[in-house]
């Protein structure tokens, strides 16, 4: 009889081993599966916050001097973004002296020196999620008659990330 009470006192000790076991390796994989769903959440979140591309960018001098930019930036991500700042050549430029032209842009009409822009005056740029804008800076500090045929670059600054294109500086022909 003791042996009987005895085995079947062990049996119930292996029991309990195999039991928690298998507990143990349950938490592991839901705790590893609950990790996993987090980090894919929080990766494809960030992904839909923000997207910008800048197809165009374009920057003219005249034989007379003046100067031009232009850049054509399309919000290709799920949300709203506002371009607090942009900067030619490492030089801030204030957006409230830029023609900013929102809405139905064809990205592949390429970009024009003009003449005679009028402001928006605006001190920072909203684009709306899907939405293209073409940026006209006129009167450039940084950029001279001495810089054509030379690489600058744009740097547009949002919220969240510096988006950065480099153009060449080309002559710029006034419109007929």
Same mark, same amino acid.
């Given at each position: 009889?003791?042996?009987?009470?005895? !085995?079947?006192?062990? !049996?119930?000790? +292996?029991?309990?081993?195999?039991?928690?076991?298998?507990?143990?390796?349950?938490? +592991?994989?839901?705790?590893?599966?609950?990790?996993?769903?987090?980090?894919?959440? $929080?990766?494809?979140?960030?992904?839909?916050? *923000?997207?910008?591309?800048?197809?165009? +960018?374009?920057?003219?001098?005249?034989?007379?001097? +003046?100067? *031009?930019?232009?850049?054509?930036?399309?919000?290709?991500?799920?949300?709203? $973004?506002?371009?607090?700042?942009? /900067?030619? *050549?490492?030089?801030?430029?204030?957006?409230?002296?830029?023609?900013?032209?929102?809405?139905?842009?064809?990205?592949?009409?390429?970009?024009?020196?003009?003449?005679?822009?009028?402001?928006?005056?605006?001190?920072?740029?909203?684009?709306?999620?899907?939405?293209?804008?073409?940026?006209?800076?006129?009167?450039?500090?940084?950029?001279?008659?001495?810089?054509?045929?030379?690489?600058?670059?744009?740097?547009?600054?949002?919220? /969240?990330?510096?988006?950065?294109? *480099?153009?060449?500086?080309?002559?710029?022909?006034?419109?007929?």
């Amino acid at each position: 009889m003791r042996n009987i009470l005895r !085995n079947i006192l062990k !049996n119930r000790l +292996a029991l309990s081993t195999v039991i928690t076991t298998l507990i143990i390796l349950v938490v +592991a994989v839901l705790l590893a599966g609950v990790v996993t769903y987090f980090a894919i959440n $929080v990766v494809s979140t960030r992904v839909q916050q *923000e997207s910008l591309t800048i197809s165009q +960018a374009d920057i003219w001098v005249t034989s007379a001097g +003046a100067t *031009e930019a232009a850049i054509q930036v399309t919000n290709t991500g799920g949300r709203d $973004v506002v371009i607090s700042q942009i /900067q030619i *050549e490492g030089q801030p430029y204030d957006l409230a002296d830029a023609k900013i032209t929102t809405g139905a842009t064809d990205p592949t009409t390429p970009l024009a020196y003009a003449t005679g822009l009028t402001a928006t005056g605006d001190t920072s740029i909203v684009l709306p999620s899907g939405d293209t804008s073409i940026i006209q800076m006129p009167t450039l500090g940084s950029v001279s008659i001495n810089d054509i045929g030379q690489t600058i670059g744009f740097t547009v600054f949002t919220a /969240q990330a510096m988006y950065y294109k *480099e153009t060449n500086v080309q002559v710029g022909v006034p419109p007929a």
